[in-house]
């Protein structure tokens, strides 16, 4: 185990300032080390939700007043939740002034996609295909958390699925492992910048190490049970990209993988992390999650649960109380080797050094910084510009879109509509309720003749992040005078979709298409009058397939953050074309989840015979409603002359010609996908392994050429070998998923 500890030391092989810098402050770790208690170790493995206005008086009982001893006695580390600059800086000060050796905590908080501004939910980033975006939506929710005393996020969360009905796909990069490499890497640098010690970074997390968007049936939390080979080559990739991209920190999981919890496993942390990837932050577990162990069912008590998670290498004890109360006594009765407190006490403290808090544990603490910093003009610019091009474009018939300008009569129907906190979505922790720009609102910014009638309500009451929403299934009131205000309108702006806390942790469904009322709702008022604008606002793939057959133009809007509305006004009306394309398989049918475009063949795939036996089901497609990397614009793009260029004995070059056939300037996504049709491992249909973002002009054509690599054309074998076979490859150049000029090429 000696192995870990001395991580540090071993990097130090190139430029010599580094190296310096790096010894330095490796002797200055190990002296504070040689001072510190078994207890004061432990201590800083040990992290507590906050617990009390720390800027009160001292809790006088219970958990609160535990906390305050542990945290004037050096058994704490870290502490989540505690936000703003005068309530960190009074922890902070609690910690530093009165335990022995004044080690300063490290301030966590869930900066998700945003602080008090908020950008788009994950999902609907990761629409845009915009890794410049995405870094610097990151970089401004980093800025804006710093700017709060915290200095570290939960963020980015990595984690691949597959399944709509899982509520936390909202906080994902979506089903590919390819593009959530990009996007993981994107987000680190975003969070993490090139300093951890300035004020406007944060340390990142990588999360949740590892399966759990591999969740069964959808439902949160539930048991993972993949084999090596899906977690070598479809969940590990994105952990990999964020260790690659730097990312300071990981969070293991509540699931269990193949019958061991992920916060219990060795071969995840130890053998694949901290060996195979020689990462040299540290892993914090997550909520409760050493503590969890137990309730799978997989050690006795906590003492037990404690004993597993510290020797399978989870670092830090998220609100278990497993390590502060038992691990001394592990390590004094040689239940757990003393080596691996050590290199985990070394990954916090390095964590410590390099945010610059043993420099000045109060370098986040700036009142002004933070009054400056939370409500800036910049950040909401920036967030509009992220949710404009989250936004994609599903339908658009008879180019009913853009809509032809203000003076055309619009009815507004859905609750949805007017409500200015679903769009900040379900993680939220910093911004405050009703903060965002409306539909409504947008649409008045545009001064648009309109007339709005909610409908029959989707939601009751004033939902909140710890309960279920509860959805109005019976009350139709509002119906006739939505039905009444679309016979009267040119055009229907409907806007339907979940309530903000109908995604995110805890919140999976069986249903996935409209909720409540709204799919009647949105039957009748097409029956008045079918010139229907369907603006969806969700936080997970739906299944519409009525809506996608009558209704004639739909836009995927997700939850967009603060500017929601006027992102959508905007796209509405033209003055941003829009340019996303789905990061997850739209399905006809929840029955059809798990559904991705990267699936296997089967042994029957077609239907040859004109029978029942091939792979199929007798009463729906296979095929998704939308597919993996499906997107519209308000102009069109042709692609032509794929050539393939293998002289080069090391990569292939694919180069496509697309041009903008259409009248106005507009973004495509040139999306390669390639498949190996006779390797030792099945490998999936298609696969991307390479995407650009162009903007093109009216009339334009641009050569867009990939490069194929032997790192794009190999794969895990479910040992983790990677090997890349000879061979014929199939290569797919187009739009989206299902759509492509294609090619073929012989790898040596
Ligand atoms: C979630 C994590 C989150 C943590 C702290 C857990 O319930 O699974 O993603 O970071 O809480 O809020």
């Known amino acids: 185990m000696i192995r870990f500890y001395f991580t540090m030391v071993l990097v130090c092989i190139s430029p010599l300032l580094i190296c310096a810098q790096t010894t330095d402050m490796d002797a200055k770790i190990r002296e504070l080390m040689s001072r510190m208690t078994l207890a004061e170790k432990v201590g800083q493995m040990n992290q507590y939700n906050g617990f009390y206005e720390a800027t009160g ?26 936000r703003g600059v005068d309530e960190v800086r009074e922890m902070q000060k609690v910690v530093v002034e009165n335990s022995r050796l004044g080690i300063p905590l490290i301030f966590a908080s869930d900066v998700i996609h945003g602080y008090k501004t908020l950008a788009p939910i994950p999902l609907a980033e990761a629409a845009s295909w915009d890794l410049e975006a995405i870094q610097q939506s990151a970089r401004m929710a980093a800025t804006e958390g710093a700017a709060t005393g915290l200095n570290w996020t ?19 990069a979506g089903e590919d492992p390819f593009l959530g490499s990009k996007i993981a890497a994107a987000r680190v640098r975003g969070f993490q910048g090139d300093d951890l ?16 968007g591999f969740a069964e049936a959808g439902r949160d939390y539930n048991t993972v049970d993949v084999g090596t080979y899906t977690l070598h080559n ?24 193949n ?33 969890e162990i137990a309730f799978h069912g997989a050690a ?25 109360k038992h691990l001394e006594e592990l390590v004094e009765t040689g239940a757990v080797d003393e080596a691996l407190i050590d290199d985990a006490v070394y990954r916090i403290l390095k964590a410590k050094f390099e945010l610059g808090l043993f420099d000045d544990p109060y370098a986040y603490c700036d009142n002004e910084r933070e009054e400056e910093l939370l409500y800036n003009e910049k950040h909401q610019e920036i967030a509009l510009d992220m949710a404009k091009r989250s936004i994609v474009l599903l339908k658009n018939e008879d180019d009913l879109l853009p809509l032809a300008g ?48 909610q409908g029959p309500a989707l939601w009751r009451g004033n939902p909140s992040f ?33 309530h903000g806390f109908m995604s995110g942790e805890g919140r999976s469904r069986t249903d996935i298409g409209l909720p409540g009322l709204q799919q009647e709702l949105l039957e009748a008022v097409h029956a008045v009058n079918p010139n229907i604008v369907l603006v969806l606002m969700n936080g997970r793939p739906l299944a519409l397939p009525w809506a996608a057959e009558n209704i004639p133009a739909i836009i995927e809007a997700w939850q967009l953050g603060s500017q929601s509305g006027n992102a959508i006004a905007q796209v509405l009306y033209g003055d941003y074309n829009p340019s996303g394309h789905l990061p997850m398989s739209f399905p006809r049918s929840v029955g059809q989840v798990p559904l991705y475009y990267n699936h296997f063949s089967t042994g029957r795939p077609t239907n040859q015979e004109n029978n029942v036996f091939w792979t199929h089901y007798i009463d729906e497609k296979n095929t998704p409603l939308f597919p993996f990397g499906y997107g519209l614009s308000y102009t069109s793009f042709a692609y032509s002359a794929l050539q393939i260029d293998d002289t080069d004995p090391n990569a292939v070059e694919v180069s496509v010609v697309v041009m903008n056939t259409g009248n106005r300037t507009g973004e495509e996504v040139v999306q390669l996908y390639i498949h190996d049709p006779a390797a030792t491992y099945a490998r999936p249909v298609r696969e991307l392994k390479g995407f650009e973002k162009i903007e093109l002009s009216a009339g334009e054509a641009q050569t867009v050429t990939f490069r194929l690599t032997p790192k794009e054309l190999g794969y895990y074998q479910p040992d983790g070998t990677f090997v890349t076979e000879p061979g014929t490859f199939n290569v797919q150049v187009g739009p989206h998923a299902l759509e492509g000029l294609q090619g073929s090429f012989e790898w040596e």
């Open 57 to 82: 008086p001292a809790p006088a009982a219970g958990d609160a007043r535990l906390k305050y001893e542990h945290l004037t006695s050096g058994k704490v580390g870290s502490v989540l939740n505690v």
């Open 154 to 172: 939960f963020a980015p969360m990595v984690d691949i699925y597959r399944d709509a009905r899982w509520g936390r796909v909202m906080e994902g």
């Open 197 to 212: 010690s300035a004020t406007n970074t944060l340390l990142a997390c990588a999360k949740h190490f590892a399966g759990y």
């Open 234 to 257: 479809v969940i590990l990739p994105p952990f990999k990209a964020a260790a690659e991209a730097g990312v300071g920190t990981f969070m293991n999981a509540f699931n269990i993988l």
């Open 259 to 291: 019958g061991v919890p992920a916060t219990a496993d060795a071969f995840l942390q130890r053998d694949i992390l901290k060996g195979d990837w020689n990462f040299d932050g540290f892993v914090v577990s997550d909520w409760g999650s050493i503590k």
């Open 300 to 324: 006795g008590d906590l003492k037990e649960a404690a004993r597993r998670a510290a020797i399978a290498g989870s670092d830090m004890d998220m609100e278990s109380y497993a390590y502060v």
């Open 406 to 453: 203000n003076d055309q009569k619009v009815a507004v129907i859905g609750q949805l509509a007017n409500d200015k906190t679903s769009p900040l979505g379900s993680w939220r922790i910093g911004s405050d309720d009703g903060t965002a720009v409306s539909v409504i609102e947008g649409l008045a910014a545009y001064e648009v003749n309109m007339s709005y009638a």
């Open 466 to 498: 710890v309960t279920e929403v509860e959805v109005n299934e019976s009350d139709r009131s509002g119906m006739e005078e939505a039905v009444a205000a679309a016979k009267e309108a040119e055009v229907v702006l409907m806007v339907l979709g979940e």
